[in-house]
Nanobody, 124 residues
Framework: QVQLVESGGGLVQAGGSLRLSCAVA????????MGWFRQAPGKEREFVAA???????NYADSVKGRFTISRDNAKNTLYLQMNSLKPEDTAVYYC??????????????????WGQGTQVTVSS
């Protein structure tokens, strides 16, 4: 079992920024793709961003140009920098690890370990 712990969520006004972090208690982080997903009340969990071990990335169209995913393998930590936040970005954000490594999966079915989530609320 791999433990993932998200942090950095909170309440922010529209147009503001937040940086989410995901600490991974697993020594081989560098060999796994990782991703961020989010789930708003009454909605399905949706893909936000992903990054492979070789640092290739994928983003949902709704966050392209505003969000940036990155990773620090030495610190076993995944990040999501969120700028120009909108009320529709309000959701619980989850990080996850994938057994894939050479590409950045966009489907939740390709991820096997998940964090507990962190709440992001954007006020208008």
């Amino acid at each position: 079992q791999v433990q993932l712990v998200e942090s950095g969520g909170g309440l922010v006004q529209a147009g503001g920024s937040l940086r989410l972090s995901c600490a991974v208690a697993e020594r081989t982080l560098g060999r796994h793709a990782m991703g961020w997903f989010r789930q708003a009340p009454g909605k399905e969990r949706e893909f936000v961003a992903a990054i492979s071990w070789s640092l290739s990335t994928n983003y949902a169209d709704s966050v392209k140009g505003r969000f940036t995913i990155s990773r620090d393998n030495a610190k076993n930590t995944l990040y999501l920098q969120m700028n120009s936040l909108k009320p529709e970005d309000t959701a619980v954000y989850y990080c996850a690890t994938s057994p894939r490594n050479w590409y950045a999966p966009m489907s939740s079915y390709e991820y096997h370990y998940w964090g507990q989530g962190t709440q992001v609320t954007v006020s208008s």
